[in-house]
Every structure is written in structure tokens, then in C-alpha cells.
């Protein structure tokens, strides 16, 4: 018997095609961005009964790239969130039983506004902006996603950062009532989810923070309310769903280091040049990937972002911190 | 076996099971092309179906290597009539598999190193050598030719579901509830014939010696 689930952000497959109408509504800003000084106006997308709250942002061309965007349908059904469980639909079915307002973030350690901030205070919604990143999942396939979100750097400054603070520590929402996934006894993850960057690597322009994909609030299966995007590293280090920013001087232990450091580093940065012990990782699917047509591309090191990173990595040993 | 026995040890019921098992082994093709044609197999085709067909082949596995015990603690012939039959759709499903890796994730390249270098695949890989020979003395005239060594050959099917089994474990990534159900299933279907070996040398030993 052939069952199909349909959650809440499923359409039927005849009633829109999101990412036409979204391209129709790029093309549409184009126009607008010329004529209102670079700021969008909510425009198509608001015909597709597409679920989520639509967020106006600026385009970020020059920050984007111009590769065709994986459709929303994928980029929304097609997530690992292990919180929800180690299956690609886990996240799409069960992260509906995560509520994610209200929402808050504490931060600590070496920073001079330490406190628990509700995630409105956090964000000015006039200065959304919207990048088009590709997502590189260190599984080998990937994706082109267009994120909305607000630079990294610009909300850390913004707690005073001391200069002890070398290193940046997340942590994902750790509720088992919420997430089912953290009630597995069988999972090998020592809940919460973790991950850090080097502060150098937070405060470079390309690490952001989204906060809604396709013109609309995230879905909760791909991070709501706020995740990180490195669109240089491997996909795992783009945490979800984030309570926690703290500023510290030693590096943090992240999630996936912990249960294999021999697989994941905490650098975890897009590399062809070095495999993951059980698989290569030359090459990637970029999905949807069809079985006649594979899809199958050659990875860029640093995911193509190379000439934006590569000098935070200058007179390292890619090999030995991968 | 009383009523219930009679009827089942009549040779229609016998041929009603064949067929029934057979059709419930072709199952998981059958999904997975339902899927396909509905496309219901998500953004990563390929991935899904080289899965599914390798969990296919490691369940018809278990299911063949438990044929035995029923056969004992049941009484009932009609088990080990599907023994065969079985073992060759694992070895099918395993052909597709290790197939579907290749095309759809490998694409056929880089296929020497990935052999040699990655040990889930090696341990998965030399599983389905074994069952090359298997399969190919499953007719009857190669269990005539082969006699008593059929019998040892055959037992390498003990080795090949630990195989099968670690080929799975390896590739556990933080969740290893599911992986470690399956070892509880390989370690009781093993535990018994450790068990029915033991039984058997020691009725020999306290047998009166000819």
C-alpha cells in the first residue's frame, strides 16, 4: 500500500510550482530594485498558498549565486535535523511539535552585553536581507537555497564582543517534550546540539543568519526561528534553531567532532581534497537528482566561496584540520 | 499436528506458501517502483533506492537463516520448501544493491578505491562475493554433485550475515537503535544453531559408541 503523509507545508502537486512564481517575483524585483532604491517590495509570491509569513528583504546579488535554485518542495522535505530524526522526511513530518514563538537567545561569556534576548529585540526586519547560497551536506549532494536572514558579524558586534573571545559557541534548542529525535535512547548524540566558529570565520561576511528561505519565515524543519548559514563548511555546521551564542577563548567541542573526530572536524570546510573516511568527497549530487540524470558535479573547494575565505585558512594544514 | 497439520502437509498448501512468499519477496521491488513511478522517493532517488534494496536483501537474509528454526520448533515442513527460493531473492536484491551503488551513487567512479579503501563497503562487498557461490550450487544437481561439501560450503552463510551485518552497522551515523534490532535478530538465529551443534556432539558423546 502506498501511503502518503502530507504535513502542513505539502501542496498539492497541481496547485503552484513555488520557485516559478518566487523566480517570476525575482525578476520582479529586478524592476523594483531599480525604482525603490533597493528594497524589495513584497510582490508574487504572495499568489502561491505557500505557508509561512512572506519577509521583504533587500537582494544580495553580488552575494548571491546565479545557479538554479533547488526547489522549494526539496529544500523543504529533504533535511537532516536529527533532533526530529535521522531520516530526510523525519524533520518535515515532526517539527511541526516544535513551537518556536516565543523564542529566545542567551548569550554569554567574553562579551560586553551578555543577557537573554527574545528573538524580536534581536532582529530589525528592514534589514533582511536575501542571499542565494549553494549548501554543500558533507553526505556528498547539495543544494541551492535562497536564504533571508541578516549578517553574522553585524548581529555579534552588536554584544560587544571582548577580545578574549577567539571563538563563537551555538547551541540548538534542547527540549525532548518538542523534539522527538532527542528522545531516542539509542542515539549516540549528547544532546544539546553544538557547533562554533573561529570569531574570525563569524565575522566574515559571508556567515549569516537566517531567519526564512523563499521569500517566507523558515519552515521549522529547516532551523526556525534563527539557524546559521556557512555556505563554506559542510552542511552540519549550519546550526538550527538557535537558543545560544556564547563568546569564548578556548575552542568549543562541536556535536559531530565529539561523536567521530575522526570523520568530523570542527573546521568541517568544504574540501574535495580530503575524504570522509567512508566516503569521497569529489564529487556531489546536486539535488534533485534525477536517476537518469544524476546530477553529479565536481566539489569546489570551499564550496566556491574560496576567494571570500580561503585567506581565514592561509599556512594551515587543510589535512590535518578538516 | 492434529487438523491444522493435516491440512497444511497436504502438497496444495505447500505450493499456496511457495507462492505466497514469493510474492511477499518481490514486495519491496514493487514498492520502491511505485514509488518511483509516483515519485515518491524525494529529492535523492538514487540514495533511496540503493538503501531500500540493501535492506531488502539483508531482511530476505534473516528471513531465509530463520527457515531452519521454524522448520524445528514448528514441525512443519513447508518452511524449508522456501529455503532456496529465498536465499536466491536475497542474493537478487543484493545484485541490485550493489548494482544501484554503483550507477547511482559511485557513477562508476572511482570504483578501486572505494573497494579497497572504505571498509563498510569491503565487508559489504565481500558478503555479496560469497554469495556468488552459494547461488550457483542451489540447483539440485550441484547439491547431488556436491554431497557432504555442499552442506560446509553452505555454512558460509553464517559469515556472510555478520558481513552484511557490520556492512550495515558501519554506516550508523549517530542513531544506532534500528542497526542494533538487526544484531539482536543475527545473534539469536546464530545463538541457535551454536546451541543445536552443542546438543548434537553431546548426544553423540553420551551415545553408546558402535
Known sequence: ?322 | MGMAGAVLNRPGAVRAFKVLVAFMAFLPLAILLSRLVGSGLGPDPGQQITESLGIAAFQLLLATLALTPLKRWTGWVGWLRVRRMLGLFTFFYAVLHLLAFLQFILGWGDVWATFTKRPYIIAGFLAFVLLIPLAVTSTNSMMRRLGRRWKTLHRSVYVIVLLAWVHFFWQARSDIGEMLAYGVVVLVLLAVRVRWSRLLRAGRRGAPSA
Not at chain 1, 511539535?97 to 529566545?104: A, G, I, K, L, R
Request: with cysteine.
Open chain 1, 1 to 322: 500500500m502506498l501511503i502518503k503523509n502530507s504535513p502542513a507545508w505539502a501542496l498539492p502537486e497541481n496547485d503552484v510550482t513555488p520557485e516559478a512564481i518566487y523566480l517570476n517575483r525575482r525578476s520582479f524585483m529586478v524592476s523594483a530594485l531599480a525604482a525603490s532604491a533597493g528594497v524589495a517590495l513584497p510582490g508574487l509570491l504572495e499568489a502561491a498558498s505557500v505557508p509561512g509569513k512572506e519577509l521583504p528583504s533587500m537582494s544580495r546579488p553580488e552575494m548571491s549565486t546565479s545557479e538554479k535554485l533547488t526547489p522549494y518542495e526539496d529544500v523543504v522535505r529533504y533535511n537532516n535535523f536529527y533532533e526530529f530524526g535521522t531520516g530526510k522526511d523525519d524533520p518535515a513530518r515532526y517539527a511541526g511539535e516544535m513551537s518556536v514563538s516565543p523564542w529566545t537567545v542567551k548569550v554569554d561569556g567574553a562579551c560586553g552585553r551578555p543577557g537573554t534576548y527574545n528573538l524580536e529585540d534581536l532582529l530589525q526586519p528592514s534589514q533582511y536581507e536575501e542571499r542565494i547560497y549553494r549548501l554543500r551536506c558533507v553526505e556528498a549532494w547539495s543544494m541551492v537555497i535562497p536564504w533571508i536572514g541578516v549578517p553574522l558579524a553585524g548581529l555579534l558586534k552588536r554584544f560587544e564582543p571582548a577580545s578574549s573571545a577567539r571563538y563563537v559557541y551555538f547551541e540548538t534548542l534542547h527540549d525532548p517534550e518538542q523534539m522527538r529525535g532527542q528522545r531516542s535512547v539509542f542515539s549516540t548524540i549528547d544532546w544539546p546540539y553544538r557547533e562554533g566558529l573561529r570569531i574570525d570565520e563569524a565575522m566574515n561576511e559571508l556567515a549569516f543568519l537566517a531567519v526564512g528561505l523563499y521569500g517566507r519565515e523558515l519552515p521549522n524543519q529547516n532551523g526556525a526561528p534563527l539557524r546559521l548559514v556557512v555556505p563554506w563548511k559542510y552542511g552540519f555546521k549550519s546550526i538550527k534553531s538557535i537558543v545560544r551564542i556564547r563568546f569564548q577563548e578556548e575552542r568549543p567541542k562541536t556535536t559531530w567532532e565529539l561523536i567521530a573526530p575522526q570523520e568530523y572536524g570542527f573546521y568541517a570546510n568544504v574540501n574535495p581534497e580530503v575524504d570522509h573516511p567512508r566516503w569521497s568527497q569529489k564529487r556531489e549530487r546536486r539535488l534533485p537528482s534525477g536517476l537518469l540524470s544524476p546530477n553529479w558535479r565536481e566539489t569546489v573547494k570551499f564550496n566556491g566561496y574560496g576567494e571570500q575565505v580561503s585567506h581565514l585558512y592561509k599556512g594551515m594544514d587543510l589535512e590535518k584540520f578538516y
